[in-house]
């Protein structure tokens, strides 16, 4: 049986760390490579590094910063922000991203996700999706949050997962930071639409949150920042909450 995997999600804009609430991300908390070590430290099962200022800056990614994080991370790396062509996914793989999170050139780049794919495997390929309601109904937008596409969350993963995606890292902006636990009927939707893995992020607060985006969304793994950055809870407690309830997971 697959282990469900506990991801931390690393934020970075401009000079370091940030969290915020529904990608407002405007407090401060810390390094990424302090980060990194405590994340090592506490033996997580993968680690999600996004830059929020590369594409709403149209900046490329900071294949450097990439490269020195990699060289010191001793788990799987997930890293995305300003990710705009093959070549950027190539050179990222290169200096040691295990995986490629694409999302606004997902929607505005035709055919990318489904060439990347193909050259480097749907494994390194996700497809980040950010879902907003501030125009009524589900929507999902790119760009951090600041451009809408005009396309249903369910529609959008079914076009993702047929042009090559191997996951989707699926993020509800409303309950982005605010720790009230994640959005379970819109998981379940995502999770029924396609048959590869969905990561739940945005709104967890507790174990139980996790616990409820597994059981009753469907979700392959649960990714989070709040709880990590500003309580005592851990990834390894994690774990060991959801193995109480039942799901298996890395020990």
């Not at 908390?29 to 070590?37: I, K, L, R």
Request: charged fraction near 20%; include cysteine.
């Amino acid at each position: 049986m697959l282990k469900t995997r506990v991801i931390p999600t690393l934020l970075f804009k401009d000079f370091g760390l940030v969290k915020g609430k529904k990608f407002d991300s405007w407090r401060r908390v810390g390094s990424a490579m302090q980060a990194v070590s405590v994340y090592n430290m506490r033996d997580v099962d993968e680690l999600i590094f996004l830059d929020i200022s590369a594409s709403p800056n149209g900046a490329e990614p900071d294949f450097e910063q990439v490269e020195e994080l990699a060289r010191e991370c001793n788990m799987p790396l997930t890293v995305g922000g300003g990710v705009n062509k093959v070549s950027d996914i190539r050179k990222l793989l290169e200096v040691g991203a295990d995986k490629v999170a694409i999302n606004t050139a997902a929607y505005y780049k035709q055919g990318l996700v489904e060439e990347a794919s193909k050259l480097f495997g749907s494994q390194c390929i996700v497809a980040s999706v950010d879902v907003s309601t501030g125009s009524g109904e589900p929507e999902v937008v790119a760009c951090c949050g600041t451009k809408q596409t005009g396309l249903r969350p369910v529609d959008a993963v079914k076009r993702l997962e047929a042009s090559g995606a191997g996951e989707i890292l699926l993020t509800s902006i409303d309950n982005d930071g605010l720790m009230n636990g994640y959005d379970i009927d819109l998981i379940k939707s995502v999770v029924e639409a396609v048959s590869i893995p969905v990561i739940a992020s945005g709104g967890a607060g507790t174990y139980q949150h996790m616990v409820d985006a597994i059981v009753v969304g469907g979700a392959s793994a649960v990714a989070a920042a709040s709880i990590f950055h500003f309580t005592e809870c851990t990834p390894s407690q994690a774990r060991d909450y959801l193995r109480l309830n039942g799901i298996p997971t890395r020990k």
